[in-house]
């Protein structure tokens, strides 16, 4: 990661992987959202995918990423759900060195005023992985912004007090 001169920010190089039976590059608008809103804010589009809802495929492609030094973060849109083959938690979980407990319960927070109890069909999870965070939102784009602007956003903004994410990523150089 770099400092940017005169701010201190350090720009991440962040990994985006969209979780659908059905989407395409042509119309996944979640991780378009993700992909634009992590580079508005500087950081780098360090790798992007699109992996069927299995539990194989979401763990083989996050297994690469977070062995990957110089990918600092992923951000995974859908699979959280109850539905069909919702299976994003089940992939990932088995993978965190730590969970981060209060992003799933900070995000039905922030979506319950947006849905209302629907938001309890959510299953959003987050943790570390080999120094990587890792943050699993729901498909649609609207919660996408909900955890971009109400969490992920700040905590991936070196900057940000009291607390953010950076200073415990195992802070690596990048690669530009």
Not at 5 to 33: K, M
Not at 115 to 127: D, H, L, M, P, Y
Not at 136 to 159: F, H, V, Y
Request: hydrophobic share 40%; aromatic share 6%.
């Amino acid at each position: 990661m770099a400092s940017v001169e005169g701010d201190n920010v350090q720009r991440l190089s962040i990994a985006v992987l969209t979780v659908s039976d059905t989407r395409s590059s042509e119309d996944d608008t979640s991780g378009d959202y993700l992909a634009q809103a992590l580079q508005a804010e500087g950081h780098r589009t360090a790798a992007r995918a699109i992996v069927r809802d299995d539990i194989y495929q979401i763990r083989a492609t996050l297994s690469a990423w977070i062995a990957d030094q110089r990918i600092n973060a992923v951000l995974i849109t859908g699979g959280t759900g109850f539905s069909g083959r919702d299976s994003s938690p089940e992939a990932v979980r088995p993978l965190f060195d730590k969970e981060i407990d209060g992003f799933g319960e900070v995000f039905r927070a922030l979506s319950l005023a947006e849905i209302g109890s629907s938001t309890i069909q959510s299953r959003a999870v987050a943790g570390f992985a080999n120094d990587t965070v890792i943050f699993c939102m729901p498909g649609s784009t609207g919660a996408c912004k909900t955890a971009w602007n109400g969490i992920i956003r700040e905590q991936l903004d070196s900057r940000h007090r009291p607390c953010n994410f950076v200073g415990v990523l195992g802070v690596r150089a990048d690669s530009e």
